[in-house]
């Protein structure tokens, strides 16, 4: 007996219905970035076999007493992507699948704005609640399996046929524009999770090549003990750092202690998120050798570092360390939303009394962690106005992006500019050493696109070049013999996040089987080693 207040539908027309609702909806992103490409009629082309795609996948999945469990989830998972396709032009990728596994609630909340709780109410809610009140008919078994082969013969007929008289417009279509993949409902999410899946289970990996450790004492002035301070940033591009040639002030507090910044332009990350370039730059892999995998099984640097007798920090404000610091002590210095990076300062004032040997800390901030750039500044010290104050980045004039984007710029800067003044009180004490880099860059609107996580090979400049700066003092030079005006000399050079685990071990004196000199920033600067 039917239900009451339901509406029955054959399950051909529901999955035909279903097909045009994504086909129209959830891939206005692909046809945003399609249509202006190609002409009418291969639009009306490209448009007939994405829809007749559509219903030959769903046709597989929509089967009696299990249609409304997949349909449910097709439309949460391509709802989903459909929000961060449209709002934010992101890729959908095996590392976007994986950052979303990753993140935590404080990170997710930043991007729940206006739109966000506008897409989830009409384009999930809505239609799964249809979902549930829509009453499915299937015919018996055996006519139903005749039934649906023979309208997806008919249906896989007409795509071939489309496919044939368009095959090589196509396929140098798709040559030129292999990112629009990325934006296809259902596949990206589906690939990108099933490719992470694949990539992730995986059992091949390289062993850890770790085979001797050499250690040579730099330091000349035995009374002092070295002290490395990391500070690694969060999505900080190089393109607004004005100490590398940004027209805004956003580096100001720095001046004073320019004399001794070695400031590095267009440094290469090693990917566009972070859960690849952290890993990566304190890996011994470069960016093209770096799997995941097989740096599970490798030492990183803070491993050889603590091998070696030298006590290694990574005090966090919420973000996490990708596994980099499971061997090491780590503190998270906030729990909440508000949380400023000036709490990672204090907590490292708070340690200084107890090193009492070597030290290498690292400082992982929050940075420039968007959307809500203005999150990340206190107001006070929200120089640049106007500013956007919510996470629909699209809904806020350009201008007021940028700058709320440089306004969490210009307060890593006072951060950085406060560590100096402080470490610098310390060269009696320390060889006192700080490093900037940040993970990954970001895109603030350009083409459209914000955030990153682009495939690296497609990834705009502005996600792949981050700030890169060493600040050393006098002091810290003459102890360790380091030639000044070669370290200058240095930053004339290309570098990438490749250089970071080598300077790193090259600035403490040691080598491994896997130490490479020549992507060591400091190897050349001593006076020994020329």
């Known amino acids: ?47 007939f076999l994405v829809f007749t795609f559509l219903y030959l996948f769903y046709s597989l999945f929509f089967w009696p007493k299990v249609t409304k469990i997949f ?25 976007t699948v994986a950052s979303l596994f990753e993140t935590n609630f404080i990170e997710a909340s930043d991007w729940i ?28 078994v055996k006519v139903l399996i005749k039934q649906r082969l023979a309208m997806l013969f008919v249906w896989l007929l007409s795509g ?51 085979e001797w450790v050499k250690k040579t004492d730099r330091n000349t002035e035995p009374h002092k003990k070295n002290l490395f301070v990391f500070v690694l940033g969060e999505s900080a591009r190089d393109a607004n750092f004005s100490l590398t040639g940004y027209s805004k002030d956003t580096n100001g507090p720095l001046m004073p202690y320019a004399h001794d910044i070695i400031a590095f332009k267009h440094t290469q990350s090693c990917g566009t998120v972070t859960r690849v370039s952290v890993p990566c730059m ?46 090491v002590p780590t503190v998270y210095t906030c729990t909440t939303r508000s949380c400023f990076d000036a709490s990672l300062n204090n907590e490292l004032y ?3 009394p107890d090193f009492h040997k070597d030290t290498f800390v690292v400082l992982h901030q929050r940075g420039s962690h968007g959307p809500r750039y203005d999150l990340r500044t206190p107001k006070q010290y929200q120089k640049f106005q106007p500013i956007c104050e919510q996470a629909d980045l699209d809904m806020c004039s350009r201008e007021a992006v940028v ?18 003044e402080h470490l610098s009180k310390l060269t009696d004490e320390y060889n006192p050493v700080l490093l900037y880099i940040s993970d990954h860059g970001q895109s603030l609107g350009e083409d459209n696109l914000y955030g990153h996580g682009a ?65 060591d920033i400091f190897s050349q600067c001593f006076p020994k080693l020329k």
């Open 455 to 519: 495939e690296y090979e497609f990834a705009p400049a502005y996600q792949k070049e981050v700030p890169f700066f060493v600040w050393m003092p006098s002091a810290t030079r003459k102890s360790l013999g380091l030639d000044a005006k070669c370290l200058q000399d240095m930053a004339q050079h290309q570098v990438s996040q490749d250089y970071i685990f080598h300077s790193i071990l090259g600035l403490f004196g040691i080598a491994t089987n896997v130490y490479d000199a020549n992507l």
């Open 282 to 327: 304190f890996s011994h892999y470069s960016r093209k050798s770096y799997d995941e995998r097989s740096a599970k099984y490798a030492a990183n640097a803070l491993d050889i570092l603590q091998h070696e007798g030298i006590d290694v920090y990574w005090v966090d404000n919420e973000l996490g360390c990708n596994k980099v610091c499971r061997h």
């Open 1 to 47: 007996m039917q239900k009451k207040n339901k509406l029955t539908m054959h399950i051909h027309w529901f999955i035909l219905w279903f097909s045009l609702l994504v086909g129209i909806v959830f891939n206005v992103p692909f046809f945003q970035i399609v249509w202006p490409t190609l002409p009418v009629i291969n639009n009306i082309g490209m448009w």
């Open 71 to 95: 349909a449910a989830l097709f439309i949460l998972f391509g709802g989903t992507a459909f929000y961060f396709n449209y709002h934010y032009h992101i890729y959908i990728t095996r590392s």
């Open 113 to 140: 704005g206006l739109s966000f709780i506008i897409c989830f109410l009409f384009l999930i809610c809505c239609p799964i609640f249809l979902l549930y009140k829509i009453n499915l008919k299937f015919p018996a």
């Open 160 to 210: 071939l046929i489309i496919g044939c008289v368009w095959h090589t417009d196509l396929s140098l279509y798709l040559k030129r524009h292999y990112n629009i993949r990325y934006f296809l409902v259902p596949t990206n999410y589906i690939s990108s999770a099933v490719d992470l899946g694949i990539y992730t289970f995986s059992t091949k990996h390289k062993e850890n090549t770790m």
């Open 403 to 420: 700058n709320s984007y440089d306004n969490s710029l210009y307060y890593t800067s006072i951060l950085l500019a406060d560590l100096m």
């Open 350 to 352: 708070q340690m200084l």
